[in-house]
Every structure is written in structure tokens, then in C-alpha cells.
């Protein structure tokens, strides 16, 4: 039998010979995006191997090419043993491809074209939805340097700058991670070698500032979110931790949590990637759901409603649970507590039923980088590497 080595090395092979559609987001991916959703991705892209072989997608963070089916297959199951059953479906069954909506006909606001690059010729790396008509977007200077994050509107076709990213002196390789934002504000932290800032910045538009500045403690940021008068985070081991917007002394909150999107946290890292998620919690009420996992669930990952697992779907309750090839989302999370993307297909958890991407010219897609579980998928309007613009899908216009 093939050890989980072995897989992740014929991953490797397979990826090294896709093609990138863009070298500054596929190594970005590999080298400087925060651990927990780097080690996700590669975790599903091992289930792939497993589970879907011969579909053919590859997930790197940030970026993923395709050269599946367009659909997959989705059906309801009458209990746990029907679940099972699904889990032990043979390669061929897994990758059996089913016909969704096209997007346009279901959600047509939810799709249209930008640009990728500004007047400037600083390429845009997307983020996530603000609203249904609203994207967030980096726009890099430089490799790996955001110099400034921007708002684009779909229905005017216009941007606006929310605030330049302002890069401290003698910081050694320092990267601007996930952003989150709130209806006030937008956060990001920076990961630069022995230190770590968090900033934040007016969503209407504005300077930024530095809130805070860690060297020693607090290395192991991994998730970032917003709300009011409060910056908060969790780390690698488990704590989560508040912060006055203002500065001062930051506060542990909770012990054993991981954000997901706030308020909600689970008690499961993506990094442990095989491991199922047991709860769910709000950290503003101290509401806890309790997870009843499907039978056979692998790498169970939960929102307040809705959970994907290798293989399969269910509610945190345990209901509605039914086998579905969705070995590739791209968060492990459900996008907004409803959304599966796998490969060039949405899954709606709320309506069982699958939309279908268009076509497009390059055999790569991307997706947004903020904390939470991004709305954004892009790909190439035209074929290369660099195009002049982006064909887009934000989920958040998806109603």
C-alpha cells in the first residue's frame, strides 16, 4: 500500500510539471502564506490523489489548475452506512462528472471581468468580497510586495484605493499576510523574520497604522479578524487573543481555538488536517455546537451550519449528510457557511445543487487570500501567466 509520502511525492511531480500561471502567487503559496491554510490545501491535494485520481486539479494557496471534468457528482444518502459506502467508491466513481447550472443563468451578478493590473502596472492579487459588488484586491508593486490594497466595483468598473501598505525599515523578509475586515475597518498582519505587525486601516479609505509590533512572542499568528474597537487573532498552539484597535496590551480570550470567521472559531487547526473538528464556537456569546460527524468523516472542518469533509457534506448537527466528490475545496471551511468550490464548480450546501464555471483560456484558477474562507475565484480572461485581466466569481454575489 502506498504511504502518505509516497502520495505527497507523486503530488509534487504532478505539480512540478502543471504549468504556473503565475510564479510570484504559486511561490508565495509555498514560502510565505500562513501555515494553516498552506498545509490544508496540501492535505486535500493528498485526499485528491487518494480519493479522485485521474481528475487531475492541483492546489497550490492562492492559485490551483484544472484539468478535470466540469462537473462532479453529488447524491443524497439515507444514513452512516451509505456514507461509508461513498468513502470506499472507487476512483472512477468519484470523478463521475455531473452537468451544474452555468453560472450565468443562476447567479449573473456574481460574475464579470476586471482588471489585473492598475494604471501603474502593479498586478492585483484579489482578496475576498466586501459585498456583492465590492472586491477587495492587493496590488503589488513588486514580487510579493503588496504596496496597497484597493476596492474594485463590478458595477461601475471602477476602483478606490482604501489605504497604501506601508513597509517598515530593516524588517528582513517581510511579507503582508491575510487581510479581514470589518464594516469599519480592514486588518493585516506582517510576517518578517523574528517579527510580527499587525496594522490596520479605515475601509472607506485612509492611512494605515501600525497597532502593534511583537518580537519573541506571538510568532505563531495565523488568523486575523476585525470588529469594533477589537483586533483578534489565534495562533498555531491554540490561544486566541484580542487587541484595543488603539494598542496597548493584547488579552488571551480563549484556549484549544482556531479562527475560522468571526465570531466563529473551531477547535481544530486546518493544519491537522486529517482530524475531525468536534465543535464550533462563538467567541462573542460562548455559544458551543457540538459536531456529529458523519461515519468515516476524514478531515471533518465545520461553520456555525454547514461541514465538507473528504468525500462528503453534512450539518454540524449531523443531518443531511450525503456523499459528494468535493475533495478540493479551497478552504476547509464552507465559504460564508454555504459555498464548496472544487476545481470549476461551486457547491450551494444550502440548495444541493452545483454551478458550473465557463470555460477559460489557461488551465489555472486562482483563489482570494484573505482570513476567513474567501468568495473569490479568478482565472486568465486571456491565456499567459500575466493577463490584462481577470474573469472573476465572488460568491458573496451569489444570491
Known sequence: MRTEEDLVHALRQVAERAPQPDLSAALAARRHRRTR????????AVAAVIGVAGVGTTITRGVFTSGGGDGVAVAPVDGPSEVMASMQASAEAQSRSQEGTPIEEIWPKAIFTMPAKNADGWRYRPI??????EVMVNAESAFEKAGAIEIYDSESGTFRKVTDVPATPGLKRAY?????FDARSVVWWVNATGVREIWIAPLAGGEA???ATYKGEHQGIEAIAVKGEHIYWSENDGTVWRLPAE????????????LIDWPWASDVSEREHRKNQTKVVNLETGETRQITAAAEAVGLRCGPTWCVAEGLVQRVDGTGARKADVSFPMSGFPALDRYVRTGTSV????TDSWVTFPKNPDNWMGSGTSSAPSTITYWGATKGTKPDAFRM???AAAQ
Open 176 to 180: 503582508p499576510q491575510d487581510a479581514a
Open 37 to 44: 491554510r498552506r498545509t490544508a490545501s496540501t492535505a486535500l
Open 247 to 258: 494598542g496597548g496590551t493584547p488579552e488571551k480570550i480563549a484556549d484549544g481555538l482556531h
Open 128 to 133: 475576498t468580497g466586501v459585498s456583492a459588488t
Open 209 to 211: 497604522r501600525l497597532v
Open 347 to 350: 457547491l450551494d450546501l444550502e
Open 393 to 395: 466569481v465572488n460568491l
